[in-house]
């Protein structure tokens, strides 16, 4: 069983050598004491990180944390730190509380007072940031602007992603977050903690190993003229090869131009004769059609009945979208439905 390859060396030290990401203000110290952080805050401050939006200091421990955008609070909360403010939840919430499950479980663990939750859905409330006084502010995974970063940097040092927007995965949402928050120790327990859990649950199926997936987005059961897909560059997709599972070359090769999503005409769906196993968010009606359509019917997964249908509004089709918390919370239940089609592609 092999996970998918991320470094878990501390960001301070490999981009020191490379692309200066973090740098400390003490050369008298040695390089393994000057690039730690943790919650007892035996770091050297200040501390730069390079990111897509600019470079963020950190002068000090930060105490007052709050997080932008998706899932970033979730950094704090699996660290044992509840945040001051966070983003609502505006979908995938199944009591309409403004918080997932997996949220909630861990807030009602740490208990403390409820962090402020921001109103997203216009936008970032940039005065309910501002009014939680918070020390940092957590955007890893995020849309962020170079607008939305320069106004929010007015309130507070802001983590930005490192590369491209909404492109974070769950390693590098945990290592750089954590890193703001002067808990990079802890970020990266927290990871190599993950990875056993993942690898705990895929060995159970030993058929996921090499099977290939891919991930279509919502599909219109009215018009299936168009197959919609989720590229390697998406979160989604990109988890299925943490469980060893792997990128088919169709999906691969649209993967090319950077973009999270792609689209071919159904004329074309032999394109993906190389897709073991299917993932949608649907039902088994969708399924129904999809057989019965006389071009879709001939992808393989659709032949062997190798489709993992979620709910594209509820928890688990939310946590189809792997983050620091949500993974625990959907993993066993996630490897098994994909470790039942799994077994149903290798059988054919």
């Known amino acids: 069983m092999k996970i998918r390859n991320r470094s878990l060396v501390s960001l301070a030290a ?26 007892s805050d035996n770091s050297s401050y200040p501390i730069t990180i390079d990111h897509a939006l600019g470079e963020t ?19 704090p909360l699996a660290l044992g730190v509840v945040p001051v403010g966070m983003a609502a939840a505006n979908f995938g919430d199944d009591d309409d509380n403004g918080m997932l499950p997996w949220v909630e479980d861990e807030l009602e663990k740490l208990g403390g007072e409820e962090p402020v939750l921001f109103d997203e859905s216009d936008g970032i409330d940039f005065e309910a940031v501002a009014d939680t006084a918070p020390d940092v502010i957590l955007a890893a995974y995020s849309g962020l602007t170079q607008e939305d970063y320069d106004t929010l940097s007015e309130i507070a040092p802001v983590v930005a992603y490192p ?10 949402v945990i290592e750089y977050n954590s890193l703001g928050m002067g808990m990079q120790e802890e970020g990266e327990e927290l990871i190599e903690e993950l990875e056993a859990e993942i690898n ?13 997936a891919m991930f279509m987005t919502h599909v219109d059961t009215s018009d299936l003229s168009t197959v919609n897909f989720y590229t390697a560059e998406d979160t989604r997709a990109a988890f299925f090869e943490d469980l060893g599972m792997t990128t088919p070359a169709s999906v691969a090769e649209a993967s090319k131009g950077g973009e999270f999503s792609g689209s071919i005409s159904a004329e074309q769906v032999d394109t993906f004769d190389d897709v073991d196993v299917i993932v949608t968010y649907g039902d088994q009606e969708l399924v129904d059609t999809l057989q019965a359509d006389p071009l879709l019917s001939q992808m393989p ?9 979620l709910d594209g509004s509820g928890p688990m089709g939310t946590a189809a979208n ?8 959907v993993l066993d239940d996630y490897v098994a439905l994909l470790g039942e089609a799994a077994e149903k592609a290798n059988a054919s």
């Open 322 to 329: 792997p983050t620091p918390l949500s993974i625990s919370w």
């Open 301 to 309: 997964a659709v032949k062997n009945d190798a489709i993992v249908f």
């Open 14 to 39: 490999a981009f020191v050598l490379s692309t200066g990401l973090v740098a400390c203000s003490s050369s008298a110290e040695t390089e393994e004491t000057s690039t730690q952080s943790s919650s």
């Open 57 to 75: 200091v950190i002068e000090e421990k930060p105490e007052r944390v709050a997080s932008v955008n998706w899932a970033n609070h979730e950094v």
């Open 200 to 212: 705990a649950s895929a060995e159970k199926y030993p058929d996921l190993e090499g099977t290939s």
């Open 163 to 172: 590369e491209d927007p909404w492109a974070t995965d769950w390693r590098e």
